[in-house]
């Protein structure tokens, strides 16, 4: 199988490239490599999945192009040149809070990025479009666990706002043009690897130097962690499965997460909802040492809590999360260390 993975320097996009290259597929990867934040890393996943590559079936096996998906002309030509037969769209401007201060960065990169890449898909009869949605487009929505077959219409923030219009562009191309499309809602995604922004390395890099870290809604937070190879199964098995239309579906009361066209939405998470502050306990317990913790109040856009209802996606494709949080967190915290020579 030929897949054109975006965000492949990102930080699930690495780990779905590797994960497919391991497996003996060709992957085209797109990736403008921006600053958002440390380049060092992203550079750093791009040489592993040069590697990889090298260690299952050569050099010819992965492809890179470093790009802007804003740019049309671009995108064209990639199609043109590599023939994907399946993408797995993970590039996206990332960060909740981001959105508030730089809307602009979305609009291009989630808005005009994705227009350019339904297009590609459309010309060139690519076999499925799978691509990152995320829970964060439940918003406003207190009824947990969150399910894709309720509405999703109160996004919090315009990062969320964003991807929710995705989901209804993947639609309107499903419909007109019989484009198989698969949303994925990801739900807190960490492992090894992982952005430096997040929770995650954030609290990691502040215990381990003695320093306070942040912690916002005064610790109430829960969160659906979800690690990072659970997801990339989930993704790899939902690009798999090519998107149908639903026979069952009843345009008097529409399912949102299907459609009498070839689309489908699915929540992907653990569905084991975790409090912060037993997050943060499992950080103590990897580092050996005791966080200062400074509390603070909710941000702006956030949500206080998430929770997955992953049903649809593990009767679809028996997608089954494995790994605890505990297990999650030590394996980032063995890399962590190694990666940053603690």
């Known amino acids: 199988m030929k897949v054109l993975v975006t965000g492949n320097a990102g930080f699930i996009g690495f780990h779905l490239a590797k994960r497919l290259l391991e497996r003996g597929d060709e992957v085209i990867g797109f990736d403008v490599v921006n600053d958002y934040y440390d380049t060092g890393i992203k550079e750093a996943r791009l040489a592993v999945l040069e590697e990889t590559a090298r260690a299952n079936g050569g050099k010819d096996s992965y492809h890179f192009v470093r790009a802007n998906l804003a740019d049309r002309a671009v995108v ?5 040149t590599h023939k994907p037969d399946r993408v797995v769209n993970l590039a996206a401007q990332a960060g909740v809070r981001y959105s508030l201060v730089n809307p602009h960065a979305y609009v ?33 929505d207190t009824a947990m666990p969150f399910s894709e077959h309720e509405g999703a219409n109160h996004p919090l923030q315009f990062y969320a706002a964003t991807k929710r219009a995705n989901e209804l562009m993947a639609h309107s191309y499903s419909h007109l043009f019989k484009l198989p499309t698969t949303g994925l809602r990801f739900f807190t995604v960490y492992g090894p690897w992982g952005r430096p922004d997040m929770a995650l390395s954030l609290f990691t ?3 381990l130097a003695g320093e306070p870290i942040k912690v916002f809604n005064n610790g109430n937070h829960t969160r659906d962690f979800t690690y990072v190879s659970d997801i990339v199964e989930g993704v790899v098995r939902a690009s798999d499965q090519i998107a149908a239309p639903d026979p069952a579906w009843n345009s008097d009361k529409p399912d949102p997460a299907t459609s009498n066209a070839p689309y489908r939405i699915f929540n992907i998470g653990n569905s084991k909802p975790v409090a912060l502050d037993t997050y943060i306990c499992a950080i103590e317990d990897a580092v050996g040492k005791k966080a200062i913790r400074e509390l603070l109040p909710l941000q702006p856009g956030d949500v206080p809590s998430t929770y997955a209802n992953v049903e649809a996606l593990e009767n679809a494709v028996g997608y089954k999360p494995a790994t605890t949080v505990r297990d999650g967190v030590n394996a980032f915290v063995a890399w962590y260390r190694a990666y940053h020579n603690v």
């Open 76 to 80: 064209d030509a990639c199609f043109k």
């Open 108 to 140: 291009e990169s989630n808005i005009v990025a994705f227009t350019n890449l339904l297009e590609a898909c459309r010309h060139h009869e690519t076999q499925h479009l799978t691509y990152a949605s995320t829970s964060s487009v439940y918003g406003a």
């Open 205 to 207: 890099k502040g215990i």
